[in-house]
């Protein structure tokens, strides 16, 4: 299953990324954690063990001699288990005891050197393997597959139209989101420059901050709301708000742009959390939602406005210096997410889960009641799990649901009508993402746990309502849809078939621009 996607710009990338190597600091920092959580462990099987105590002096459990259940006749486990806590536990003690030779000229089993080393020769391979183009843009794909979380670094080589994993990072949960970020953190902090991050949430209640251009790294360089003292407080208050940290699932993130050291984040414990990535810590708590709050989003420009929706059928909008103040819009079922207008930055929508989207105005809230919205457009059967808008074509928007479709909406002039309506067989939709570098082409992710890569303006209907905007891409291109590279399995007759019918002017699974898609929308004003 594909949870959310992000793309990361071309040219933002290291061109040779490098292979994490664990440091002495490194070595001693785990070695920290893990002692701490183990002492954590202990405490909480002796205050299981009291419990177990109580229940085994139950009258009614005498006769059964539960206490000596386990116990084999010629030994005792306990003796076993004190015999381990007398050791001195070091994770890494065999790694650290191997020798090794600094430069093979040292190492007498190797003849060769120079160029025809062959160590020298498959370096250099790995480096040409794991080299990154100017031209290559990146899409992160948070996936599960077998309850074991991952974050795929895909590389799509623009001028193939092929798609591969470079790497990934294990996750310590089901990822709910991933936002991109330039601020270096972590190892890196404090170094000139921008860096190439991403931040992740999960059902865990902290955040997650891997450096992209580091590869193999077994722990992520910073993790916000995590350290022992709020692991600790977040077992015992799981789901109750807390000022410093979150203490439930993180359900949404966004980085602040303008102020780049700012990162917020949604939760499920009611509350959006304020991040100085430069401390690492929380710096304000927000508890204005009165349900969980499923997604947060920071103005384009305005540096210090933010816009929050959450279960309880509201969205928020609020400066992050007066919190106080919020002007407050209601919709028709749960939120599953919010995007602020690029091209009309006033102006907002909100996707819910009944399958509907509205397009409100910031402007007409008085005394902290928003007004009606604009238009209501219906857009699915089911939730509308995903939504994005054209960087660059103002009145483009595409949508995602648990419907199984991707739509194309063109919204000018505030009258939606739909383009295209398509299956790209990833299932139940959990993202669209267009990409910065190339904006007809359309990230998808779902269910089914294949990322695809559509180009909308190889649609003739696409082509046909925004053929000026589009411009140079309007023909068609080499490849409609793009997926990962599968060397196990051979797929291309039905990759073909999809194409085929992309291509084609209609089909089963396609809906084009027409008459009837007026009855998707309802104006507000009518």
């Known amino acids: 299953?594909?949870?959310?996607?992000?793309?990361?710009?071309?040219g933002v990338a290291a061109e040779k990324p490098t292979t994490y190597t664990m440091t002495e600091d490194e070595y001693s920092r785990l070695q920290s954690i893990a002692k701490e959580e183990i002492n954590e462990a202990k405490k909480e099987l002796k205050e299981r063990a009291k419990t177990d105590d109580t229940i085994m002096n139950d009258p009614a459990l005498k006769d059964f001699d539960l206490?000596?259940?386990?116990?084999?006749?010629?030994?005792?486990?306990?003796?076993?288990?004190?015999?381990?806590?007398k050791q001195n536990v070091n994770l890494f003690s065999n790694i650290k005891g191997l020798a090794y030779y600094d430069d093979n000229q040292e190492d007498p089993y190797i003849t060769v050197h120079g160029e025809e080393d062959p160590a020298v020769m498959d370096q250099k391979e790995e480096e040409e393997e794991v080299r990154i183009l100017g031209s290559d843009s990146l899409l992160l794909v948070a996936k599960t597959e077998d309850d074991v979380s991952n974050l795929e670094v895909c590389v799509l080589e623009g001028d193939q139209d092929n798609m591969f994993v470079h790497h990934d990072f294990m996750l310590s949960s089901f990822p709910l989101a991933v936002e991109w970020l330039d601020y270096r953190v972590g190892r890196k902090a404090g170094q000139e420059g921008g860096g190439n991050y991403v931040a992740v949430a999960t059902f865990e209640p902290h955040i997650e901050i891997w450096d992209l251009d580091t590869m193999e790294s077994m722990y992520p360089d910073l993790v916000l709301g995590a350290n022992a003292t709020q692991k600790k407080a977040q077992r015992k208050t799981r789901g109750k708000p807390h000022s410093d940290f979150h203490t439930d699932a993180v359900m949404g993130l966004s980085w602040n742009k303008n102020v780049r050291n700012l990162l917020a984040s949604s939760s499920a414990d009611k509350t959006v959390k304020l991040w100085d990535l430069a401390a690492a810590k929380c710096v304000q708590s927000y508890n204005h939602h009165k349900d969980k709050v499923q997604?947060?989003?920071?103005?384009?420009?305005?540096?210090?406005?933010?816009?929050?929706?959450?279960?309880?059928?509201?969205?928020?909008?609020?400066?992050?210096?007066?919190?106080?103040?919020?002007?407050?819009?209601?919709?028709?079922d749960d939120v599953e997410s919010i995007m602020w207008d690029a091209h009309s930055p006033s102006h907002?929508?909100?996707?819910?889960?009944?399958?509907?989207?509205?397009?409100?105005?910031?402007?007409?809230?008085?005394?902290?009641?928003?007004?009606?919205?604009?238009?209501?457009?219906?857009?699915?059967?089911?939730?509308?799990s995903a939504m994005d808008q054209h960087p660059t074509i103002p009145g483009l928007l595409v949508t995602g649901s648990a419907d199984e479709t991707v739509k194309v909406w063109d919204v000018r002039n505030n009258k939606p009508s739909m383009v295209v309506s398509r299956n790209l067989d990833v299932g139940n939709v959990f993202a669209t993402v267009f990409c910065?570098?190339?904006?007809?082409?359309?990230?998808?992710?779902?269910?089914?746990?294949?990322?695809?890569?559509?180009?909308?303006?190889?649609?003739?209907?696409?082509?046909?309502?925004?053929?000026?905007?589009?411009?140079a891409r309007a023909a068609a291109p080499k490849r409609a849809l793009i997926g990962l590279q599968n060397d196990e399995e051979n797929d291309d007759e039905s990759r073909d078939a999809i194409i085929s019918e992309m291509y084609g002017a209609g089909g089963a699974k396609s809906t084009p621009h027409g008459d009837d898609d007026a009855s998707m929308a309802s104006d507000s004003d009518n």
Do not use: C
């Not at 509201?314 to 919020?326: E, F, Q, T």
């Not at 996707?351 to 005394?367: K, V």
């Open 1 to 10: 299953m594909i949870s959310a996607l992000a793309w990361v710009r071309k």
């Open 67 to 85: 206490e000596n259940y386990d116990t084999d006749e010629e030994g005792s486990d306990d003796g076993e288990e004190a015999d381990v806590d």
């Open 295 to 332: 997604a947060v989003k920071w103005h384009p420009s305005e540096a210090s406005v933010m816009l929050t929706g959450g279960y309880d059928k509201r969205v928020g909008a609020l400066d992050s210096r007066a919190p106080a103040a919020i002007s407050w819009w209601a919709v028709d």
């Open 348 to 384: 907002f929508y909100v996707a819910t889960e009944a399958g509907t989207i509205r397009y409100f105005d910031l402007r007409t809230a008085s005394s902290g009641k928003g007004s009606d919205p604009i238009y209501t457009l219906v857009a699915h059967d089911e939730a509308v």
């Open 436 to 471: 910065p570098d190339e904006p007809m082409l359309v990230a998808v992710g779902g269910s089914s746990g294949e990322p695809r890569i559509w180009d909308i303006s190889s649609n003739a209907d696409v082509r046909q309502v925004f053929g000026d905007a589009i411009g």
